[in-house]
């Protein structure tokens, strides 16, 4: 099949929203997307974009995308972070996902940026493996801590 | 002792910059900061700031500094990213760390943010604690990855 990557544009928020819908789905927390349509809009699409994405198609329709945004190290200045990247259920085991990956990896060659992070399931192994064999590095010693906005509620009140 | 937290100018550059050279020199790996004072005035400071810092400090004397930036949840929209927290070898044990931690989650409550996220090395026990008892998840599953230049470049090549 002939796949093509562009970039989203607004018009493709619906199926954005949709693709973060079906990853919440699989990962069994349809409830946690508290984020809407409109959201992504204004967020993605307006005057300060928080994020970018690159939508796979073929034939207009959208098989996947890579959604990534900026971070900042201390160390080495601006990174590129990747957020999701979701290949829709039929169409997996196409490449769609390396194309995807490829692309943001380029994008990031291109603005010379010093690191490109994400994160990983440590148990989806097809998916460390395929991070590994592509040269990246997975920290073993590092946690993600988060606290989320009832968590903040909770501990804002005894401080 | 008394001490104030404010957000960090321009003029604070340098300061900013020590304290990270620091905190690398204590985690042995003084070479990995590629970043200048140059850098840091110019991505904290410009128009679009791509982070911001609040102080600690007795008698205008800076004993740390929490350093953040946003992040986009696909989930929640924006967070917070608290990527370093630091507090002067000689200030520790006094409270300045907690009072940073505590404004950056003050700061993101009254933003009104879904989430604060970061990050902690799993053997420094005294970190993970402290955490912890804030009502903070740490995330056992879930791994940082990530890809520096030379590794990009690596990848690049053989796509």
Avoid: C
């Avoid at 984020?35 to 959208?62: C, M, R, S, W, Y």
């Avoid at 890579?66 to 201390?74: D, E, G, K, M, V």
Wanted: aromatic share 12%; no cysteine; glycine share 6%.
């Amino acid at each position: 099949m002939n796949y093509t990557i562009r970039k989203a544009k607004r018009k493709d928020v619906p199926t954005i929203y949709s693709l973060i819908q079906e990853l919440a789905v699989f990962e069994k927390e349809p409830e946690a997307v508290e984020i809407t349509v409109q959201d992504l809009e204004e967020d993605g699409f307006g005057e300060q974009p928080k994020f970018e994405v690159f939508i796979a198609e073929n034939n207009e329709k959208v098989l996947g995308m890579a959604l990534f945004y900026y971070r900042y190290s201390t160390w080495k200045g601006k990174t590129i972070h990747l957020e999701d990247l979701i290949v829709k259920e039929d169409a997996r085991g196409k490449g769609v996902g390396r194309l995807l990956y490829n692309e943001v990896l380029k994008y990031a060659h291109q603005l010379q940026v010093r690191r490109v992070e994400w994160a990983v399931l440590n148990w989806n192994t097809p998916a460390v493996e395929f991070y590994k064999n592509s040269g990246a590095d997975i920290f073993e010693d590092w946690r993600i801590v988060q606290m989320n906005q009832q968590q903040l509620d909770d501990y804002i009140k005894h401080i």
